[in-house]
């Protein structure tokens, strides 16, 4: 939940969920799996399909709940959305329908980039993704022709070592169609985390201070210095998935963990088991005794969501007040009290200029907090706790007391003046299927779990639902296997193995199977490899080349629909 220091996700909705639920003619929703995940913004996309008839077009591997609401499903092979991407924009340009004003007035680069999308006709498109042709036309043509078109996005488009590219040829095509800085369109990733987005914001990031003011920017550091009275480095820090190869390269030597559980959720389990062996100190401060917590020295119990105040920016940039509910147990206090504490103990005697507005790390409350925020962060300058608890829906930019948010990013001009359009070449995942790993294997969560399943696990009601790990695969397969419905399956691939229930469906085309993380006995991380995007160092989670094998009978039998 917490997520500090994540890797993960990227960007911000540019326009909130209300707008597209309203305005929004045509959707496209790629690499996210939106009911199951996000279900309160995949029922307002359901909504609007059914009501107003909005047309959506689907593309992801899997045949996902939201496909039985659109209009188009494209299947493309894991890691091909580049190539399926210059595809469909290959055929908008042949056509006609690019919107060449939005082009002419508000962007740069497109002679280059449309260089590259020219190398991309549909025949070669349909060769590398499996999408055909006729399906590539049928999609551009609802893209060229019905407006606006929100794009959404998720973990599907970003948990590949190309993840950066394909979030930015996303970009390329919402300005090809002239879809930027209008209502029911842009560009929307869905954040994850309840409070990633927040997360980031407030500078849980390697590379920047709160609201994105560079840890590099010599004026950004002078200020912060000034406000904290402490001296600042001024160069970038790691990201958590350099941080657990740094500790076997000697480069760290004691970790503090907020609110996560790498042993569930960092890819390559045994690789990560041997790196929290290593480090000499590891703090964590969770609500529950986790995976994690047996390699920890001291486990500092934190209160959960219900038993603390604070504020929590969600995917649309929104700031949201939670207010507590019930009393922590024991000796559990919120995190950032803890941080405080740890904090003035660490800074004792150590503060350069004790007299800095924000040096003594005294709050009394998250307002507190706040304020300094306000003061602080340009974007959040007028978002106070005193204007959430009167009820107004603050999305940042919000930067003074009398300003009402921005639900729309990039009206009228973007953030760095004319849009950038960037060439993309397709690029092969790391791993591809061989003789000896000839599945695809993807990996993700069901709507039942969260995550490492630290806390789904422990309700007994979700437990009934969904109580193991389940590895989805397609009937073909089954049957070429020998899997008759009743039967478990070893996966196993170039770094581990895991046998779990099959769930054969065709919720998965052949030749690829689908694992999820919530249980420790069989997560995908043993099978994942930590390859990184170069920009963003995320995990390529969403392909890992497997075999898959028929381990024997089990006492029930299989479902076929969860
Ligand atoms: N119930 C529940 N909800 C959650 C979470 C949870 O654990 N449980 N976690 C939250 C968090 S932190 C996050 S980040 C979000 C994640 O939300 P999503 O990203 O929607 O969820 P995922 O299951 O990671 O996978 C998304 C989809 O990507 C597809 N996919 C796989 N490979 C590819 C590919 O190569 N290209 C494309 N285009 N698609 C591909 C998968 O088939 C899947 O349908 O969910 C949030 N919501
Ligand atoms: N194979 C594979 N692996 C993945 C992914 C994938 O799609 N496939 N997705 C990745 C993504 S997008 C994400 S976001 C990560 C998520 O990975 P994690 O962040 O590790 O997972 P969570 O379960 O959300 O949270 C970790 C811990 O936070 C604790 N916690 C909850 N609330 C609080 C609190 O208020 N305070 C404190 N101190 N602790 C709290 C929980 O008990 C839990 O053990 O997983 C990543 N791993
Ligand atoms: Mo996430």
Redo the contacts with the bound molecule.
């Keep these: 939940m917490a997520g500090l220091a994540t890797a993960?996700?990227s960007g911000a909705m540019t326009n909130s969920m209300d707008d597209i639920a309203a305005n929004a003619q045509a959707m496209f929703v790629?690499?996210?799996?939106?009911t199951?995940?996000?279900p309160v913004f995949g029922t307002m996309i359901r909504r609007a399909v059914r009501q107003r008839g909005v047309k959506l077009i689907v593309?992801?591997?899997?045949r996902?709940d939201l496909v039985d609401f659109a209009v188009l499903h494209l299947q493309?092979k894991?890691?091909?959305?580049i190539a399926l991407l210059n595809g469909l924009m290959y055929i908008i340009l042949e056509k006609g329908w690019e919107d060449k004003e939005f082009i002419a007035a508000r962007t740069e680069g497109f002679e280059a980039f449309k260089e590259t999308v020219m190398r991309y006709p549909p025949e070669k498109v349909s060769e590398i993704t499996g999408v055909p042709v006729e399906k590539l036309y049928q999609a551009a043509e609802i893209m060229g022709t019905v407006k606006p078109m929100a794009v959404m996005w998720?973990?599907?488009?970003t948990q590949?070592i190309i993840g950066t590219q394909n979030v930015l040829n996303l970009a390329n095509l919402q300005m090809l169609l002239g879809n930027m800085g209008v209502p029911g369109g842009g560009t929307n990733p869905?954040r994850?985390?309840n409070n990633?987005q927040g997360a980031c914001d407030l500078g849980g990031l390697p590379n920047v201070y709160p609201a994105y003011q560079k840890v590099t920017s010599e004026e950004a550091r002078k200020k912060f210095e000034a406000a904290w009275g402490v001296p600042l480095a001024p160069h970038v820090g790691m990201t958590v998935t350099e941080m657990m190869p740094g500790i076997l390269e000697g480069k760290i030597h004691a970790l503090y963990i907020l609110g996560e559980d790498p042993i569930m959720s960092d890819p390559h389990t045994e690789h990560i088991r041997e790196c929290l062996e290593q480090v000499d100190f590891l703090l964590l401060q969770e609500i529950f005794p986790s995976e994690t917590s047996h390699y920890a020295d001291i486990l500092l119990p934190g209160a959960t969501f219900a038993e603390k105040t604070g504020t929590f920016t969600n995917t649309e940039r929104r700031v949201q007040m939670v207010h507590q509910a019930i009393e922590p147990p024991g000796e559990a206090r919120p995190d950032w009290w803890i941080t405080m504490e740890l904090a003035k103990r660490l800074l004792e005697g150590r503060v350069l200029a004790p007299d800095a507005p924000y040096a003594s790390w005294e709050y009394s409350s998250t307002r507190d907090i706040m304020k300094e925020i306000n003061a602080l962060a340009p974007s959040y300058g007028g978002i106070t706790h005193e204007r959430l608890e009167a009820g107004e829906r603050l999305q940042w930019p919000c930067p003074d007391e009398n300003h009402p948010g921005t639900p729309i990013l990039h009206v009228g001009k973007f953030a760095r003046g004319l849009g950038k359009f960037h060439p993309i070449e397709h690029i092969p995942p790391a791993e591809e299927p061989t003789d000896d790993y000839p599945f695809v294997m993807?990996t993700?969560?069901v709507?039942?779990?969260?995550?490492g399943g630290e806390m789904t696990r422990r309700a007994k009601g979700i437990m009934q639902v969904y109580g193991q790990a389940l590895i989805e695969i397609n009937p073909e397969d089954a049957e070429r296997l020998g899997l008759d419905g009743g039967k478990r399956v070893r996966v196993t691939s170039r770094r581990g193995s895991i046998e779990a229930e099959a769930w054969v469906t065709e919720r998965v085309p052949p030749g690829m199977v689908?694992a999820n993380f919530h249980f420790p006995d069989a997560s995908a991380n043993e099978l994942t490899q930590a390859v990184l995007d170069p920009v963003a160092k995320i995990p390529e989670y969403?392909?890992t080349a497997v075999k898959v094998e028929v381990v024997g009978e089990t006492a029930g039998a299989t479902r076929s629909k969860v």
């Design positions: 993960f996700g790629i690499g996210s799996n939106t199951e995940q996000h593309a992801d591997p899997r996902i493309q894991p890691g091909t959305d998720a973990m599907g488009i590949h869905l994850g985390q990633v993807s993700g969560r709507l039942y779990h969260w995550h689908y969403k392909v």
